[in-house]
């Protein structure tokens, strides 16, 4: 299964779009691309260094994608298009074979647009979406079926919002961002807070001394309610299910540039940056200010109220429970720059062995010098 | 961005809202809240803490809402609301400013109300929601855009829905409870058996000891469906896209009061006390027991089939494997009390080093007594 | 509350349904599944061990599902099921008590299904669900309300897909295969890449050595778009708000029969086996292949590109950071096999009063050996 292209490009056509030479039959159609062993005749097959080499010929393609250096003809292809970095020529081929999500153009005669609500000539609205009353909608913004715009929200021009997303009050989105089936912009800040001071608010004031006082005569949650919405740059993602939070008198903000992956969370009042890259199921608590070009791995969570400077890398599964200055490498729960994390994983591994053995020397040095402990 | 008030509120008004006195201008017009350097004129600024006094400066609000005992006047303020416990107060300004989610009243033309079902006149359901036959909705409901009510479920009075939220069949919400966008209450329970016992349920009994047994002959899981329901209480908040699943044969069960953030899953079976409050992505596995005023943070995971006392404390990131009593506060992978976790992990910190040094006199002592290992 | 059945089932009938004998009275009619001290004279009450014997004597059952070797006269029953192996009667006995999800068959008329979509006459498709253009859906496949299926998508006869789920383009789903609600198969994978090698790049390949490097001219992200759609068995379930995310040129796969629990993040090109088994909120990293019959505790994480073999076991929360052997099981953040894990543990719960002790005696002997360090 591979992208499809009606009849297909012409090799030359497919170098040209990805700013690159073509090397022999440039006439050839390909219809789309492929691993290299399954590839078929009209596949343009991707082998972006020598460890792919082999699999080529296990293959049919008459054409591949290949490493910057790679002998062609050697290879038995018929065409190829070379490149020095393969991965930003996979991103180019990839936009360039992808046949978009097909939304068709226009309103769908089920969308409810409600009155005020501002929908240009070439923007597409799916099947059982809802407008509400003064959202306003970008020039060629595509909106997928069952999607919810509240009412005032603003979608930039070009954005692309798929199916089952939820767009909140007070939402503002830049230019061709994509939001993924599922994500929520600017539902509830999760901010409770008791009449009197919590037992968890005294635990936290304490650094985790466990208080040994009664429970408080009334422990209901007062819900500090989000006035604030939500502000997202230009050419953001969002992945599928994911959900920011509205901010509380002032905007959630997400930067220009940055793309978040799927089941993550954006907590309420929280900044981040331009050109960060969040992985899967990232967790970013209420108010935390993180910088530019953070790179995390899937599954990190940094707590509330921190500060992460420009171009922090995270490790996958990082917990960051302090601010992190900018540039560091972090690892681990709690988070520590990646090599002290390391190294203190090594030593944790070889500790049970080396307890056993330094406690044995320990004893007999504690019995000759008579200390007792 | 803040909250809008059409022609806003007059600040006495605020105040009265606030159960607190107004200082000075109570006839000033205030139309939302903001912080205080980017307070405009008619913004009611927020500078709970001496610490904001500087900012309120640079901004342009005539009035704020000030810490106990701020001195308003030198504050170059025309107006002011002292409070004591300002999150608390932030608590009712929110609530007094929120317009709200904007749901028209009445059912919408487009929405199906299958025969049976039970609408009160003063609810609202949303466009394309689907409430199911003989589903049973309060008064005053708010149900949003798209979303799904089974057939017999049961909506207390005062609930707010948002938009996409899942309700499945034989579940109980009680009155004036909020479920945020996506929320799906009463799917089936993640439980599944094998014909013979699976190498995991083995591995488990045997406490990780790695089996060297031959696959099964026949590995395929059975499904145990779930027939139990969730009973969910009053005044219950369930974050965007989390997900609250059915009960075997006795339902899910989530306490009055408690409130459970964006991202996060409560298994099968599972019993939530009262006011509870878990950050986002939390996770639950089935048939554990929580009792009442516990405070997780985000990305907590509590083990299946465990039992925590009341008014546990759960710092972010804790996973629970083991009971905790009442009271304690944990922290870590795995979860201990919060203040041996952090003696602990400063241990693991210095650990390299001290191995490092002890090795090298362990080996001199070693060495010296002739000691071998 | 539990499982109906209108006028109920004969006690014989439903152990013949377990494939078990049936003691006392067959004729007894049981309407439903109860715990044992809630149950009323019409439950069927589960007490699946000795430890439920006394309950059973609270509750007002005349029948129950018992333990292999009960004496359910002394238990004063007048009927009783007895099974060897309690959980899966409890999967053959939920199944035949669940009513199922109560979609009415045939295609709502409120249902959009494009041109050329394939619907047979005894599928169900419900309110406001969009079935693309293409797309071809089984025999007795039941789509509940507001699902999208993308144009092109095939569903596998017999499939139960619940309300909101979006199936994307070039997704293949197996037969008999459930997706719980708000699933997401088939969005876009989170693979970016800049046009210069990032600093997160970097610190990758010198394993978190942290750059000094100046800041990237250019930081933008190039996104590859995912061509490669999504291959789901047989026999799969896949959790309310999950995402399986589409592969790059290729499609990502999931094998039969394996189930994944809700909020759960299967990314682009991974290929799972058959038979697994992960809990809630697991995540696993694009391209990384995982074997047969895996099992995985709740908020398991798994790094790109790895192998993990079959049979293996994650505990609860186990982050896996390198390929895994066949049959292993592992626990903790990075994974190691269990056994070593919680050796480490202890060690590490033990060691600061340890480290105080054994660098006292470190510090008598060094000053005795006159040694310096």
Known sequence: MSGTAGAGWRLAEVAAALGAGCEGAGDLIVTGAAEPATAGPD?????????????????????????????????????????????LAMAHLTRFMDPGPGFAPGIH?????????????????????????????????RIGPQVTVAPGAVIGAGCLIHAGCRIG??????????????????????????????????????????PDMPAPEDARWHRIHSLGGVEIGEDVEIGANSCVDAGTIRPTRIGRGTRI??????????????????????????????????????KCGIADNLTL??????????????????????MGYPAMPMAAQIESYKALRRLPRILRRIAGAADRSVSKSGGTD
């Open 169 to 210: 009050p007070r939402v503002a989105i830049g230019a061709r961002t994509i939001l993924h089936p599922g994500a929520v912009i600017g539902a509830d800040g999760f901010s409770f807070v008791t009449a009197e001071p919590s037992r968890a608010e005294i635990a936290r004031a304490r650094l985790g001394a466990g």
């Open 109 to 141: 005669p089920s969308a409810v647009v409600e009155g005020g609500g501002e929908v240009p000539p070439d923007a597409a609205i799916g099947a059982f979406s809802v407008i509400g009353a003064g959202a306003r909608i970008g020039a060629g913004v």
């Open 309 to 330: 400077g420009d171009d922090v890398v995270l490790g996958g599964a990082t917990i960051v429970l302090a601010n992190v200055p900018a540039g560091r490498v972090m």
């Open 43 to 87: 596949d343009l097959a991707i082998a972006l260094s020598p460890a792919w080499a082999e699999a080529l010929g296990r293959g049919r393609a008459r054409a591949a994608l290949l490493w910057a250096g790679a002998d062609w003809r050697a290879l038995r292809l018929q065409g190829a298009i070379l490149v020095p970095r393969g991965r």
């Open 261 to 298: 992956d799927n089941l993550s969370q954006v907590g309420h009042n929280v900044v981040i940056g331009e050109d960060c890259l969040f992985a899967a199921q990232a967790a970013i608590a209420g108010s935390t200010v993180i910088g530019n070009r953070v790179v995390a791995g899937g």
